[in-house]
């Protein structure tokens, strides 16, 4: 195969290096400046030097060959991307791409009930195990930030645990937690009743549904 350079930068990878999360899409695109123009097929793309497939259902080649998508991107996905074409000596600079494990908060409990007096705890769970290590933890009612004092409102385990003890009826209401790890940012909710209001409205409701009856 005969090519003509006409750009010493004959193949220029014009895609940064790239910080996604798990589950994110990745982009790269090639300006290619020999001539003719190789077929789509000649194009090459390669991570970490292993030529990858053009078209499945996670790697997927343009037409042109000038344009590399990576679906629903994972740790594995992680390494250097270039492209080549195939017979020459041509191959382009390197974009790397880092991937970051994607960030999940969820509330152990939805709805918490609990009666005026007694002890509550609040609970959520983070994925990856890493970020009960290294997160930042900030409990919040009714959007206002809570300050744990240690006796009555106290956090622990990483601050992903929030016992609330001789619950009294301002309690009630929406908490969120609000998790910061490796730069990003989710909450999870959960809201706290108090059972005799829960067992109030149920027993009104069984009342309304027996006086229907004919």
Same mark, same amino acid.
């Given at each position: ?16 290096d790239l910080t996604l999360y798990e589950g994110d899409s990745?982009?790269? #695109?090639? #300006?290619?400046?020999? *001539?003719?123009?190789?077929?789509? +097929?000649?194009? =090459?793309?390669? +991570?970490?030097?292993? @030529? ?10 343009? +037409? ?5 998508? !990576?679906?629903?991107? @994972? ?16 191959? $382009?600079?390197?974009? @790397?791409?880092?991937?970051? *494990? ?9 709805? !918490? ?50 016992? =609330? ?13 609000? !998790? @910061? ?11 706290? +009743?108090?059972? $005799? ?18």
């Amino acid at each position: 195969m005969y090519l003509e350079v006409v750009d010493p930068s004959s193949l220029l990878l014009t895609t940064p290096d790239l910080t996604l999360y798990e589950g994110d899409s990745a982009a790269f #695109q090639v #300006q290619i400046s020999v *001539r003719p123009d190789p077929l789509p +097929r000649d194009v =090459i793309w390669q +991570r970490d030097g292993i @030529t990858l497939p053009s078209h499945t259902a996670k790697y997927h080649v343009s +037409r042109d060959g000038r344009r590399l998508t !990576v679906q629903g991107i @994972t740790l594995s996905d992680e390494g250097e991307y270039r492209c080549k074409i195939a017979d020459t000596v041509f191959i $382009s600079d390197s974009s @790397t791409l880092t991937v970051k *494990r994607q960030l999940i908060v969820r509330a152990r409990r939805t709805t !918490v009930y609990t009666d005026l007096g007694e002890s509550v705890v609040l609970r959520i769970d983070l994925s990856p195990a890493e970020a009960y290590q290294g997160s930042r933890v900030l409990w919040y009612r009714e959007h206002d930030i809570l300050t744990p004092d240690g006796t009555r409102v106290v956090s622990s385990e990483g601050d992903t645990v929030l016992t =609330i003890n001789q619950v009294v009826r301002g309690d009630m209401g929406l908490y969120q937690a609000a !998790v @910061t790890f490796d730069g990003v940012t989710r909450s999870a909710e959960i809201i706290l +009743r108090l059972y $005799s209001e829960w067992r109030l409205v149920y027993w009104c409701q069984q009342f309304t549904v027996c006086c229907s009856k004919p």
